[in-house]
């Protein structure tokens, strides 16, 4: 469509809102608890990604007057080991939250180490226990990625109901979650990933379009419905800049809503966690 220029959903004035409110909440917690909510963070080996991530989360507790410990594990570490170490940490009557960073290594299990954990602890949504109440519908924590994608739709008064939605990506993190929450919403879900023939004929359907894929550039001018909303939820570094999967200045041109990267889903995803921990399951 000539002429169109999507309007972005720009992350940060929303997240400047949800860091107020969440100020009032955290301190109205300490006051109740005595002490301030403590969210931990556990990672393991030297993942750059998960290390940023934890630094952006721990800075954004501390600005709402939150607790963030960052327990980074050596990647000698075992699944036994880790798994203790998130069992005990679930025990601590002085810990609100537990996140467990990926990726882990390739010899753990996710499933594993997360079942040994208190679903209300659960603050991220990785456990079976969170992950089964979202699919059946239940309130239950959720992945702070496919979270932050709903809240921004909500802030910007999109209604997924009745609209269809086309999730690109199914991971345990982004895509699955996602999907399930669009589908809570009342959208009709299409969930797409590697082995999909034909993506760009699935994705033109899309009213809404999610994309975490982790591939730059990936979702193209083509794949896009004129008009539609584009939710990018790629991180990907590129000659030294981040970047989403969504070949930005072409998609805007034809999308009638986009996300940029970075700057829309990113500055919400750890506010999502930290009001988990604070206010609780949706």
């Given at each position: 469509m000539v002429g169109?220029?999507?309007?972005?959903?720009d992350g940060r004035e929303l997240a400047a809102r949800l860091r107020a409110r969440l100020?009032?909440?955290?301190?109205?917690?300490?006051?109740?608890?005595?002490?301030p909510a403590n969210l931990t963070l556990v990672g393991v080996g030297e993942d750059a990604t998960a290390r940023l991530y934890a630094e952006q989360v721990a800075r954004s507790a501390r600005r709402v007057g939150m607790e963030?410990?960052?327990?980074a594990l050596p990647a000698t570490t075992t699944e036994t080991a880790l798994r203790m170490e998130?069992?005990?940490?679930?025990?601590?009557?002085?810990?609100?939250?537990?996140?467990?960073l990926l990726p882990l290594p390739a010899r753990m299990r996710q499933r594993v180490v997360m079942e040994v954990l208190p679903p209300e602890k659960d603050v991220d949504g990785l456990g079976p226990r969170n992950a089964g109440h979202l699919?059946?519908?239940?309130?239950?924590?959720?992945?702070?990625?496919a979270d932050a994608a709903l809240e921004l739709l909500r802030d910007a008064g999109i209604a997924l109901q009745g609209r269809s939605a086309v999730v690109v990506g199914r991971s345990n993190v982004g895509g699955k979650p996602a999907a399930l929450l669009f589908l809570r919403e009342n959208a009709t879900v299409t969930l797409c990933h590697s082995r999909t023939p034909d993506l760009p004929a699935m994705t033109r359907q899309a009213d809404i379009l999610f994309t975490?894929?982790?591939?730059?550039?990936?979702?193209t001018a083509e794949m896009v419905k004129p008009g539609a909303v584009v939710l990018d939820a790629g991180m990907n570094a590129v000659d030294g800049r981040l970047v989403g999967d969504v070949a930005f200045d072409a998609v805007r041109a034809v999308a009638g809503y986009l996300s940029p990267v970075p700057g829309g889903l990113g500055p919400l995803?750890?506010?999502?966690l930290i009001r988990h921990t604070l206010v609780g399951p949706s």
């Open positions: 169109m220029s999507a309007m972005l959903l100020t009032t909440e955290a301190a109205r917690v300490a006051d109740e608890r005595g002490r963030c410990v960052w327990r998130i069992a005990a940490l679930g025990a601590r009557a002085d810990v609100d939250g537990v996140a467990l699919m059946l519908g239940f309130p239950s924590f959720v992945p702070s990625t975490s894929v982790g591939r730059a550039n990936c979702i995803t750890n506010l999502m």
